[in-house]
């Protein structure tokens, strides 16, 4: 019986279930692999829950400005400092650090994804002032930037059926009809670059569909709420932060 016993032991698997089993190698890696894949979709998933709630607020105007963030006084700040020079002491983060780190991440991959579609796209960053853009329609601007009344690009008049053109290369990564905003367009450009072409009557591009610049995205329209005519509301976004268009855009 005892021979049973210990062959029984030996040679099944029913010594995986005893108290301080330690041979299950593989089995044991496979549980860690797991766990780590398990990790990182979590990670990319708040990623991806993180950007479409920033996109939300790009299209409905609700961002955040410095007026939102409360500076640290003097001694809060030195007093953060000294913790961080303590070795082994534990750091609490901020709100805004927790952000700042979310958004990094987000970035690299968004990077990742960008290099795997294109061999060039995704390159060095390079400043706002040094890239060129063209106007996705050319016509009088009726309505300027105004980030005081949260009006965060400028509003194009031009003639009906014109054609709107992507002011940049990039990938669509929104192509949908909203409340407020009618038939809208959202493109990733390089360098940290994000326009927005709302209110349009037709749209001619599918999300995750590549543009180049200076093709046909969409049509003019008066779709939307916010909107009381025919034009084009073009938003322009550099770094997660909106510019006035109209310094970098000849219209």
Known sequence: MATLVILLIAYTPVKRYLPGYQGGGNNGREVIALAREVESLEKELRAQQKYTENVRRMLVGDVQTEKDVQPLNKETKESKEQDAAKPGKKVDLSEADRQLRQETELDQLASVVRQGRSTNFGSADVPIEQLFFIPPIRGEISASYAREKSHYGVDILAPKNTAIKATMDGYVFLSDWTLETGNT?????????????????????????????????????NTGTLSTGPHLHFELWNKGKPVDPADYVAF
């Open 185 to 221: 367009i959202g493109i990733q450009h390089d360098h940290n670059i994000v326009s927005f072409y709302k209110h349009n009557s037709l749209l001619l591009k599918k999300a995750g569909s590549f543009v180049r610049a200076g093709e046909a995205i969409a049509i003019i329209g």
